[in-house]
């Protein structure tokens, strides 16, 4: 019901399980995904510009001096990663919800652009559970998932920046309900009054004109 789309950030350590929890928030159709660019090699399975925007450090690097980037971050990895303006900004014009899946630094940028941005922290329910699911992917060495860890503690340090937290349970009750408990905050969201004002006055508009 708000008047314009509102802008979802979702982050939270790799293993939290954050994409999962999107791609079932997406069957919902509430919600417009914003795709990400990177410079990082495609991963098997991964689409062109359904994953990610893949491209080269030279391409990045013009977009981010020609201010194409709504928001950026250099990863542990060494590579880059970015919202394009355009993609999020035409989904916003277009009154779409819009949902970013990027980092904490990544959006703690956006929400200085834009302050009602709405930041949702998903955590795993133990460290040992996030280290367990990290090391049963099996793809990556011992020193990249110390890395992934330390990057994760550092990410959970921030959280007091963001407004909600969710928690992903172990097994696929765990996606449905991780994915209702961010239904609801959206819900929740779009009914705040500041958000409604139009609404409001049209609704106060009417009462006074029959009481007049
Ligand atoms: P991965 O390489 O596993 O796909 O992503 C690595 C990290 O980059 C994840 O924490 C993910 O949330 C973050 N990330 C993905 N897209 C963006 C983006 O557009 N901006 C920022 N700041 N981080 C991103």
Redesign the pocket.
């Known amino acids: 019901m708000a008047e314009h789309g509102l802008i979802f950030v979702i982050?939270?350590?790799?293993g939290s399980g954050?994409g999962t929890v999107v791609d079932k928030l997406l069957e919902s159709n509430e919600f417009v995904l914003?795709v990400?660019?990177?410079t990082?090699a495609m991963r098997t399975g991964e689409i062109p510009d359904k994953s990610?925007h893949f491209l080269s450090r030279e391409a990045f690097e013009e977009q981010i001096r020609n201010n194409g980037l709504l928001?950026?971050?250099r990863?542990v990895?060494g590579?880059y990663?970015?919202?394009l303006r355009s993609e999020a900004e035409s989904a916003i014009a277009a009154g779409k919800d819009l949902i970013?899946?990027?980092?904490v630094?990544?959006?703690l940028?956006v929400r200085e652009k834009y302050p009602d941005t709405i930041l949702i922290m998903m955590i795993p329910p133990s460290f040992q559970i996030l280290e367990h699911r990290l090391r049963s992917r099996g793809t990556e060495s011992e020193e990249k998932i110390q890395k992934r860890l330390q990057?994760a503690r550092n990410?959970l340090s921030q959280m007091h920046n963001y407004d909600y937290v969710v928690c992903n349970q172990e097994g696929p009750d765990g996606i449905e309900a991780a994915a209702k408990d961010i239904l609801e905050i959206a819900h929740a969201e779009r009914q705040r009054l500041d958000r409604n004002r139009d609404l409001i006055r049209s609704l106060l508009n009417q009462e006074t004109k029959r009481g007049e």
Request: hydrophobic share 15%; net charge negative; proline share 3%.
């Open positions: 982050s939270g350590p790799s954050k914003s990400s660019a990177t990082r990610y928001e950026y971050n990863y990895t590579d990663y970015g919202t970013l899946e990027i980092d630094n990544g959006g940028q990057v990410e």
